[in-house]
């Protein structure tokens, strides 16, 4: 208990063996010497061959003995025991994201840190260095490696001998040697990346207990070869293999520089990082990978690989321990990538009861629908309105951008907010989504999106044929020009979000799931969205504003999860073959989903939070 | 028939299905379509579903039919069948070392290439191409891969389609997808490589079938940092890491270029080389993989690794095809290496009735002993005599050397016979064995090496106190020296050969043997030395001269073995486990069987063919 897991050991084992063998992360500081006491667990049920040890004496209080409590690293097994591990005893790893939400993992990395002590080699014992090292991680921590990587031949006999034989083995799956560290150095770490068209995200982790020690982030370094992923294909396309190395080398220079500036903020050497995941958009995927995605630019947007792959991080350039290892997360297909995959992973609607809807929006919408007994993907062509692109006064979230917006119904005056407190330069993605539902709210714009004629403010005008509301006026910006939102950008943020909308209706209807139980907006996206105003524009399916949660980056989070439990990869791996892919474009009513999405909030489907949101306004 | 072996198959599968199962190597050339004819086989047992394909009666004639001949691919299996599988239908590679011992072995090995057509991606059928291919090797070819090397992603995608998806896939062990060839592209080959402290061998072969394209030798670049192996070991512990990579650097630059010379002499792409075996003793097996080797040169002698080693070719800097491997054969110790598994893996005394004994004289002998019961080695410091070296006029066996010398037992005068034709300028290995033995049987020294004092010949000189005997005068020499064998010269020669006659009979001593059935001579040393002129100086226990044969660069053919079947891998590791080391210097009884083999031929054993071979000396 509380795990309500049960397991069987020969007897004479101790509690502490039974609970690594059941994978329940007991605390164990000294590693069941009895030293530390922080193994104390509590024994249920009535058993007649307890005793107690004096190292317990030491570390349990009398009351505490009288209770049951026990090291679980000095208690032999003799027969069937119900056990009690107290919450102080479990460790527990924390994710933590930029966005504050906190979700537990507990820690058992691909990578671990053995010590050992081999035998001083004799004529009566002359096996291999490396066959006493095989036999001691057998013998004393019951692990069978087969393979040991070349890159800890050069120091490796030297590392034994100057310390005495006493080190300390780093082992991958439990199957490979990858270095032999001097046994004062117990340094092991893991980083996890999350690859955008527009942003690269990182995290490093200490892969012992879980810490996260430093993150960064940093424009995707790709963006002068194109702005969305056609562009990036397209250069490829043209240039053939040498632009393919171009975008690769530049990817893979820009994900060093993060890794080392991580180093720099934790004071850690990047020798002692001996794992990385990946997760990024197939397009994204393949050129990390340095695979021509040429056929992703194509129909049927094919991919070449697809299944997880782990890779020595030295043939892909990584610099991080050059015997370590890259693992990138499976992807689906075309447009469902591996940090769908990582999305999945981290938010688990496959363990859910409820009905979960999950929306990742970014260059393009990816949205994961379903529970327990089944999951579906689809991707919609958004477009780039949403994350400030292709919006006349758009522009990414930075400094200068107008992030939130409120436009008072009478004066149709507007109010704002600026990243970093300086003079507007534009209006990224909130801002924006902001703006079109305040003007809807102001009733400056109808629900057809269109602006009205009969609307008496000079902020409302037509330059060159085309409508547009002015934001701020040119003496108070950054640029010199009035900032506007005009008639095409409101259409932009319609047709956005009724791909959003039609696409996760299709598939909650292709689960015959009438209404999910909770939505959750992944990507950073989400977590800077006013939902109250996406809600009013009409961008979520059947939900009242309460069943809607920002959920941070969770694609970012779906990579620490598969850094930090080699059982996650298992997940990752089921959740590519179980998830089900709907192609959107060739579903059957999609097209009258999407037109009757355009409208404000829709044009038929009842929104039961609308009236309250709009009450003030009216 | 001929192969004794039976086999179980499921009712419905061709005998050639039959035959790949039980690994019979029935030729197919058309890979089992019934176009080629190749795999023609004789039914023995009289059966009742046996029918006549239109295949067939293209390819096999009408008498061939009633005598129950019928193409191997197109027969299928419905009951107990009795097959002859007649010699032109079997495929056979042939091993040819530089002796021209010829052995055969079956081509099988790890590397194999897969003509697969894959099926063309659509939106129903829009699993990614390595998916697509996994399918379709598991479909045509049942190899069930599971990882893909990242060698191949950067022009993969395109072969395939610019190939229309028929390709030709190149898989390691049935597991890793090594690269994706157009379909016309079918060049698969390998290369064995033999690392001596003085000499490198290596052989280029077709991986499909066995055959010897180029071979090559150059002398181990190695040299420069000392001529053996305590030398070398010696310049690494002064320079430290930096000694280790100047050495490794050097003999991987030598093996490569070593490697290019082949392909040229072949015509071949070094990129279509996928797999390289490679032999060597403990010292360049370490140095080699970039291990430090120091611990070799200090008691107990121990290696950092032992086990067989899978490495990726680029990972070693081996220029072939970066996803090739490269596989170094196990070691048993420190003084028991790669070359001396590779030895024993060519010759197979682990398969023999008789008692064998090998010994294989490189700068140390290493001799192996036993039968198919039970093996063992071990390693006597020989000193670098019988290699020239270490001799007052002693060379490599290079053009100049003295090869072969005879002393009229009259006159005292010599004849030799120089490498090349040349004037002489020094003497090598079997010229010093000649030289010694030929003074024996002239009776210009006694049974304990030492000069006569009674001899009548100006050639029987004293010089600054040492006696040395003059083979040629200064006049006809290249040196302008007179080259002479000093008494020190025999000295060492003696040691030489006493050692390894000590070390051969501790062996057999230990396994009960009383006199071996054969004696093999591996290494190039045991191709040029006369035999006969060995045997007078008493090199060999308990063997007359008809039971002494010469087997060539054995070690060398080990690699081309483990380089050409799979299973011969699976052998070489037994090997290693099997084969006991017995340290002589630590054995009771070795230092007086030492000094009673120092005399000539020895103090204490009958050599039963001595007289015969004296008896014109008398």
């Known amino acids: 208990m509380p795990f309500n897991s049960s397991i069987k050991v020969d007897k004479g084992k101790t ?76 460790v527990r790893g924390f994710v933590k994201d930029k966005a504050g939400t906190k979700r537990q993992i507990f820690p058992q990395p691909v990578v671990c840190l053995y010590p050992i002590e081999i035998s001083i080699p004799s004529f009566s014992d002359n096996e291999s260095d490396v066959e006493r090292i095989k036999r001691e991680l057998k013998k004393m921590h019951n692990v069978s490696v087969s393979r040991i990587d070349p890159f800890c031949f050069k120091a490796g006999p030297l590392i034994l001998r100057k310390e005495k034989w006493k080190v300390n083995v780093v082992v991958s799956w439990d199957e490979e040697i990858l270095h032999i560290k001097p046994k004062n150095d117990k340094e092991l770490y893991g980083v996890a990346m999350d690859i955008g068209i527009t942003t690269i995200g990182a995290y490093l982790l200490n892969l012992k207990d879980a810490c996260h020690l430093a993150s960064g982030s940093t424009l ?110 499976p992807v689906k297909g075309g447009f469902v990538g591996a940090d769908n995959i990582g999305v999945v992973l981290a938010l688990k609607p496959y363990l859910s009861d409820e009905d979960c809807l999950i929306i990742d929006i970014g260059t393009n919408g990816e949205i994961v629908a379903g529970n327990k007994d089944r999951l579906v993907c ?28 409120t436009i008072d119904p009478k004066t149709k005056e507007v109010e704002y907010k600026v990243m970093g407190d300086k003079k507007p330069k534009g209006i990224c993605g909130s801002g924006v989504i902001d703006v079109v539902s305040e003007l809807f709210k102001a009733r400056i714009i109808d629900s057809s999106g269109r602006f009205k004629k009969d609307i008496n403010s000079k902020r409302l005008r037509n330059t060159y044929g085309m409508m547009e509301f002015v934001i701020e006026w040119a003496e108070h910006t950054a640029t010199g020009r009035d900032i506007t939102i005009t008639q095409e950008d409101i259409r932009n943020v319609q047709f956005a979000k009724a791909s959003i909308y039609a696409g996760a209706k299709i598939l909650l209807r292709h689960l015959n799931i009438d209404r999910p139980s909770k939505i959750m907006l992944a990507g950073a996206f989400g977590n800077y969205i006013d939902v109250k105003n996406a809600y009013v524009l009409g961008m979520f399916p059947y939900a009242t504003v309460s069943q ?71």
């Open 15 to 90: 509690l502490l063996d039974a609970a690594r063998k059941a994978d329940i992360p007991i605390a164990s500081v000294c590693g069941g010497k009895g030293k530390c006491g922080k193994c104390k667990v509590k024994i249920l049920s009535k058993v007649d061959f307890l005793g107690v040890t004096k190292r317990e004496k030491g570390l349990v209080t009398e009351k505490e003995l009288t209770e049951g409590m026990r090291l679980a690293c000095q208690t032999k097994i003799y027969g069937d025991m119900i056990i009690e591990v107290p919450e102080e005893s479990i």
């Open 378 to 405: 689809a991707s919609c062509a958004t477009g780039p309105a949403l994350e400030g692109a292709h919006v006349k006064h758009g522009m990414r979230a930075d400094i200068g951008a107008i992030e939130k917006v």
């Open 548 to 618: 809607i949660t920002a959920v941070g980056n969770a694609a970012g989070e779906g990579a620490i999860f598969a850094l930090l439990n080699r059982k996650e990869r298992e997940e990752a791996e089921k959740i590519a073959r179980k998830i089900e892919y709907v192609e959107l474009t060739l579903y059957k009513g999609f097209q009258e989903e999407f037109l009757d999405a355009l409208y404000i909030p829709h044009r038929k489907d009842p929104f039961p939070d609308i009236d309250d949101l709009l009450k003030d306004y009216q």
């Open 220 to 329: 995707n370094p790709q963006i002068k070869f194109g702005e969305d992923i056609m562009s990036r294909i397209g250069y490829i396309r043209e240039n053939g293999i040498k632009g393919l190395m171009d975008m690769n080398k530049t990817l893979i220079k820009g994900l060093n520089a993060l890794i080392d500036d991580m180093c720099r903020k934790a004071s850690i050497s990047k020798k002692d990082i001996f794992e990385v995941t990946v997760v990024g958009n197939t397009v994204m995927h393949h050129i990390f990978l340095n695979i021509n995605p040429s056929s992703l630019g194509l129909s049927p947007f094919t991919p070449f690989l697809s299944s997880s792959i782990t890779l020595k991080a030295r043939d892909l350039g990584i610099k991080i321990n050059p015997a370590g290892n890259v693992y990138v997360l």
